[in-house]
């Protein structure tokens, strides 16, 4: 027989199957919108190729446009580790504490960070 309480821990398939359901329909809106949001760089892209033929002095708009590509690659490369990485949690980032201890010899108060 089985133990109740160990029953009442199991997941029950319906249940599963929603919380999979509601998780495909996140991945899904969050991958249209960076389609969406890659449609609006293309247009923004072309519009500043139109304008830099426009105009004189072409140095500035592609040290401008150069800035723009890379915070567009970084923003995307930001996008990909977070879908990547949600499966860590918040539980999975540990930071070291500074603990306060003073000097043996002089008494003056020291930072130190605690192995491990």
Known sequence: KADRAA???KVD???YKE??????ERM??????????????NKMQQQFSDAME???DRQELTAFSN???E???TTIEEVKNEMKGDDTGAAGIKKQLPVPFSCLSCDRMLTMHVPG
Not at 19 to 24: F, N, Y
Not at 28 to 41: F, G, K, Y
Request: charged share 25%; no cysteine.
């Open 54 to 56: 426009e105009k004189l």
């Open 7 to 9: 029953l009442g821990s």
């Open 13 to 15: 398939y319906s249940q």
């Open 19 to 24: 919380t999979m359901e509601r998780l495909d």
């Open 28 to 41: 899904q809106a969050l991958q249209n919108q960076i389609s969406d949001q890659q449609v609006h760089w």
């Open 67 to 69: 800035q723009m590509e």
């Open 71 to 73: 915070m567009w690659k």
